[in-house]
């Protein structure tokens, strides 16, 4: 499956964005689906993830209540919505999937997609 992830843009402290990443391949429904980043000099990170049901999802502490992870099989799509927004959140965000359970790490991830860049200014 090839991923492609858009919408990061510029936003303000407290604003909201929300990133789609688009999938090719019929098999996409099988895929386990999860959003990383990575801010400048630090390492990739996990965010969020999603089964490939939809029913089971799972966050990086820092972002519970504020990101929301979902996908939308017919439309082979996962999204990430990005409330109140910080300037720690600022990172270039990838999409990721992978034929196993759901994962937080990235090892288990074998597609990702390019990244979309996120920058919240205080």
């Known amino acids: 499956v090839q991923l492609q992830a858009s919408g990061g843009g510029l936003v303000q402290a407290g604003g909201s964005l929300r990133l789609s990443c688009a999938a090719s391949?019929?098999?996409?429904?099988?895929?386990?689906l999860a959003w990383f980043r990575q801010a400048p000099g630090k390492e990739r990170e996990f965010v969020a993830a999603?089964?490939?049901?939809?029913?089971?999802?799972e966050y990086r502490d820092s972002v519970k209540g504020r990101f929301t992870i979902s996908r939308d099989n017919a439309k082979n799509t996962v999204y990430l919505r990005m409330n109140s927004l910080k300037p720690e959140d600022t990172a270039v965000y990838y999409c990721?999937?992978?034929?196993?359970?759901?994962?937080?790490?990235?090892?288990?991830?074998?597609?990702w997609g390019r990244g979309t860049q996120v920058t919240v200014s205080s």
């Open positions: 990721a999937a992978s034929p196993f359970r759901l994962s937080t790490s990235s090892r288990n991830y074998k597609n």
């Open positions: 391949g019929r098999t996409f429904s099988v895929y386990a």
């Open positions: 999603v089964s490939s049901t939809g029913i089971t999802t």
